[in-house]
């Protein structure tokens, strides 16, 4: 069902697609950490600007629409998984990132930085969805404030979530 | 580690910045005559690090096409997912019902006229400040079950609506056909 006439608002699409160049790395960051696959991240993202389109076409608040995008494409992904379409909440393989090392380093400091990494990628990918998506955003620069605003929890339970997360991969490391 | 030492969770909050000044000034005095602390903090920079670098590799560049499509996507037609206009359709068909319990249950001179058996009704939830330029009717069939869902008899043939869809893509006033 298509309403056919409404005008095509250029400067809407045009203003989209540059905060689409802008915020794809981050959004992409982010869902990858949420257990998406590369596509299914790009799905979504994609599904996220035509929202914003929507979004901004209507008049709605252009303020601090970084953390809205994050939300929504946050919120798609958590609907996705609730509604059984598709497996968002998969850990993270081990191997999906490179590796955690110092160019520098000699062989026998590359071999126990390989080492490092490879458990400090296990371990993320075993941490629960809330950890990892207080990671993901704090990685992206957010405030503890904004993190909250974003997943709908207070700002003491993210420091209290990344404290958490924290404790978990340092004791994996040891 | 002693009572007295930096929590984890006070080092992490040093670390992003998060401490409000009081706080900041008490770790900052603490972390310059405390080396366990001070140790604390370097460990968890490190292990900030190595996440930053995690994540850093996640990022896979955008295929050559998902930029193409976007913007194919933009200057497609706005689509109205049937869920939604179904939900739009159900929540129309309780106003209608509620209209017509009204009428005979708070009969009072003047008697209150019921809209026309034609006449769009607004939704409720509907931008009433939006401007009418651009809109469009749309005709559709709403499903017997949808109708029933709302509490209205549903018949026995398909409901035919028409559903008055605003700039913002968004369904404003139906009227039931049949």
Redesign the interface.
Known sequence: ????????ASDA?AH??RL??EH??GL??FL??RGCT?EEA?DA??ET??RL??HL??GRPEDNLRSWLFRVAGNLIRDERKSGRRRFNQPLEAD???V?TDPAAGPEQLVLARE??RR??TA?GRLPATEREC??L??EGF??REIGEILGIGTSTV??V??RA??T??RE?K | MNSEHLSTEMLLRHLDRELDAAERSHADAHLAACLECRTGLAKLRALSSGIDEYAADLLAPAGPGRRRELLAALDRPAVIRPRKIYAMLAMAASVLLGVSLYVPTHVQAPAPKAPPADAFIALPYSNPNLSSDGAVIMQVEVPRSAVAFAGAPAGDGPVKAEVVVGIDGLARAIRFVN
């Open positions: 069902m298509l309403s056919r006439d409404l005008p095509r699409a989209v697609v689409f160049d794809r790395p992409f960051r990858r950490w590369a790009d993202i994609q600007f035509l389109h929507t076409r209507t999906d990132a490179g955690w490092s990494t400090l990628h993320i990671l993901a704090r990685g405030r503890y420091a209290d990344l404290k924290f404790d991969l340092a490391l």
